[in-house]
T-cell receptor, first 111, second 113 residues
């Protein structure tokens, strides 16, 4: 049973607009949630994280929102740029190091 | 340069022939982990380690072994590889476990024929 779900395999957005990537989880015991970005032929790159005790974290153009009651988090990218085109993975875990990833969402930002 | 180094980058082997994929990090990280990436399945954790001599199973540990004798190294061992272990493998390390995010290596593409 998937503990971390990204239900949209792909998303296409126009340059300059907002990209919203969504993620749902089932385990309320997760301590942290993270977003990773992955280009082909490279390892995933850590983007932004949020603690389970917070509901928002912002870093430049990237903001992650956490709704614990809905077991849902989202990544907002504003404004979207063509260089943001990549696969984005949502991940959840605890302090032990057992980080669980979703299946990923491929974002395409069109000029 | 802070990095996680995996070797080899590409490997083609035959069923049943033991192999080891090496992983080394130079950031003095306590946590290390192995993942495999398969189409439509995302990244799945194989094993992880919180420190030297401390390892634990992830979601898909069957057919794999690991060891953590030194802090910097975390090799992945396939004692008897099978075709269903054909995959893209990533090693990762972290200072604070899931909280601070993992730094990933560039990946090892393994094909078992």
């Amino acid at each position: 049973d998937q503990q971390v779900k990204q239900n949209s395999p792909s998303l296409s957005v126009q340059e300059g607009r907002i990209s919203i990537l969504n993620c749902d989880y089932t385990n309320s015991m997760f301590d942290y949630f993270l977003w990773y970005k992955k280009y082909p032929a490279e390892g995933p790159t850590f983007l932004i994280s949020i603690s389970s005790i917070k509901d928002k974290n912002e870093d430049g153009r990237f903001t992650v929102f956490l709704n614990k009651s809905a077991k849902h988090l989202s990544l907002h990218i504003v404004p979207s740029q063509p260089g943001d085109s990549a696969v984005y993975f949502c991940a959840a875990g605890g302090s032990q190091g057992n980080l669980i990833f979703g299946k990923g969402t491929k974002l395409s930002v069109k000029p | 340069e802070a990095q996680v180094t995996q070797n080899p980058r590409y490997l083609i082997t035959v069923t049943g022939k033991k192999l080891t994929v090496t992983c080394s990090q130079n950031m003095n990280h306590e946590y290390m982990s192995w993942y495999r990436q398969d189409p439509g399945l995302g990244l799945r954790q194989i094993y992880y380690s919180m420190n030297v001599e401390v390892t634990d199973k992830g979601d898909v540990p069957e057919g794999y072994k690991v060891s953590r004798k030194e802090k910097r190294n975390f090799p992945l061992i396939l004692e008897s590889p099978s075709p269903n272990q054909t995959s893209l493998y990533f090693c990762a390390s972290s200072m604070g476990g899931g909280a601070r995010g993992y730094t990933f290596g560039s990946g090892t593409r393994l094909t078992v024929v």
